[in-house]
């Protein structure tokens, strides 16, 4: 099976950067996504790693390194918008399943 | 473009009772997806289904069923539900193997008493 493993809860200052976390076990996977997700919404696609590196995307960045099991998602310039849920997810392979495997998800708390 | 639309939003159901919960997509995505969402739990895949006609079961299938007649409708079904059903019930598509993300419906909240 897979298991992604992330921070509850991380506070941040706004204008500030911060970085979430997400280590992962898994067998095999296509690539490590991003999502975020605000009170009461729905999750919203942020990024997708399937390569060792960084990807950028405006004020967000994400990174994934295989060999070290590891991820992270970088934002920069917080803005109080930015106060929301982030999973990182698995795109898993072989089993004969498909499918996102979530974490749990870290609650992102922006501070004035 | 809507995406993908849920319907209903809300919904109160007595233990033992029937529903199906619709999911519609517009944008002629190949795989869709049941997920649903518990506090603390996040996201965990029910079922999916890579084509039309096609079903098959996600991490907790029990309790559930699914149908996939028509390529833009994915159909979630509770043949007797039960208070550990309550959650919120997410629907997702998606091109391809997860390059581009999947794109989320905004969810029923259900409760089953």
């Known amino acids: 099976g897979q298991s992604l493993e992330q921070p509850s809860e991380v506070t941040a200052v706004e204008g500030a950067i911060v970085q979430i976390n997400c280590t992962y076990q898994?067998?095999?996977?296509?690539?490590l996504s991003w999502y975020q997700q605000h009170d009461g919404g729905a999750p919203t696609f942020l990024s997708y790693?399937?390569?060792?590196g960084l990807e950028e995307t405006g004020r967000f960045s994400s990174f994934l390194s295989r060999s070290d099991s590891y991820g992270y998602l970088l934002l920069q310039e917080l803005q109080m918008k930015d106060s929301a849920s982030y999973f990182c997810?698995?795109?898993?392979?072989?089993?004969?399943?498909?499918?996102?495997?979530f974490g749990k998800g870290t609650h992102l708390i922006i501070q004035p | 473009n809507a995406g993908v639309t849920q319907t209903p939003k809300f919904r109160v159901l007595k233990t033992g009772q029937s529903m199906t919960l619709l999911c519609a997509q517009d944008?002629?995505?190949?795989?869709m997806y049941w997920y649903r969402q518990d506090p603390g739990m996040g996201l965990r895949l029910i079922h999916y289904?890579?084509?039309?006609?096609?079903?098959a079961k996600g991490e907790v299938p029990d309790g559930y069923n699914v149908s996939r007649l028509k390529k833009q409708n994915f159909l979630l079904g509770l043949e007797s539900a039960a208070p550990s059903q309550t959650s919120v019930y997410f629907c997702?598509?998606?091109?391809?193997?997860?390059?581009?993300?999947?794109?989320f419906g905004s969810g029923t909240r259900l409760t089953v008493v």
């Open positions: 997702a598509s998606s091109y391809s193997t997860g390059v581009d993300g999947y794109t």
């Open positions: 289904s890579v084509g039309e006609g096609t079903t």
């Open positions: 790693n399937a390569l060792d």
């Open positions: 997810a698995l795109r898993y392979s072989g089993g004969g399943a498909d499918g996102l495997t």
């Open positions: 898994t067998s095999g996977f296509y690539g």
């Open positions: 944008m002629n995505h190949e795989y």
